[in-house]
T-cell receptor, first 115, second 114 residues
Framework: EAQVTQNPRYLITVTGKKLTVTCSQN?????MSWYRQDPGLGLRQIYYSMNVEVTDKGDVPEGYKVSRKEKRNFPLILESPSPNQTSLYFC??????????????FGSGTRLTVV | TQLLEQSPQFLSIQEGENLTVYCNSS?????LQWYRQEPGEGPVLLVTVVTGGEVKKLKRLTFQFGDARKDSSLHITAAQPGDTGLYLCAGTAYSGGGADGLTFGKGTHLIIQP
């Protein structure tokens, strides 16, 4: 089944403790992206990657890092999480991202709480 | 980042009624997409419209892309409780060849009451 898999689904952590949210897709998509979704603010892009070793900042990149060493994986790293990073996070992939009008396939989300 | 305004933000209607939700922008988009999101899940693509004036139908859902490629609408006929969810529009704006991904509207929360 074609899908984007995120782990974990739920995570509660403390301020300053480094964490990684994993994302993997099995569709051989070139483009991957991370979003956060907050009430009243909608979906906002954190980082995106157009291909292996090619990443770029989205609208809200502060406090986050990403890497794209393999085509299928795009982990999101929070080096020193803070309470304002409490949110619902989504990973998405697409055949060609913003080009070619291809749709995004989203993961099921990771609900992160930083206390 | 180009802004997509969705209206209404919230809509609660009775089963069997018709409804329209709107997605507007001052920017021109090369395409617009509509997604539906259920609580606790990621958005799921419903349709992509790419040509100004284009109309696409998906069972009881009708999607339209404005002639000027700045707006879109989603019309649901004879709404059913299973249509309940958050409807998101998302667009890819013309940006001189950039591919920085989709811009999302904040969504319309739709509740269909039995």
């Amino acid at each position: 089944e074609a899908q984007v898999t995120q782990n974990p689904r739920y995570l509660i952590t403390v301020t300053g403790k480094k964490l990684t949210v994993t994302c993997s897709q099995n569709m051989n998509h070139e483009y991957m992206s991370w979003y956060r979704q907050d009430p009243g603010l909608g979906l906002r892009q954190i980082y995106y990657s157009m291909n292996v070793e090619v990443t770029d900042k989205g609208d809200v990149p502060e406090g986050y890092k990403v890497s794209r060493k393999e085509k299928r994986n795009f982990p999101l790293i929070l080096e020193s999480p803070s309470p304002n990073q409490t949110s619902l996070y989504f990973c998405a992939s697409s055949l060609l991202g913003g080009l070619g009008n291809y749709g995004y396939t989203f993961g099921s989300g990771t609900r992160l709480t930083v206390v | 980042t180009q802004l997509l305004e969705q209206s209404p933000q919230f809509l609660s209607i009775q089963e069997g009624e018709n409804l329209t939700v709107y997605c507007n922008s001052s920017s021109v988009f090369s395409s617009l997409q509509w997604y539906r999101q259920e609580p606790g899940e990621g958005p799921v693509l419903l349709v992509t419209v790419v040509t100004g004036g284009e109309v696409k139908k998906l069972k009881r859902l009708t999607f339209q892309f404005g002639d000027a490629r700045k707006d879109s609408s989603l019309h649901i006929t004879a709404a059913q409780p299973g249509d309940t969810g958050l409807y998101l529009c998302a667009g890819t704006a013309y940006s001189g060849g950039g591919a920085d991904g989709l811009t999302f509207g904040k969504g319309t929360h739709l509740i269909i009451q039995p």
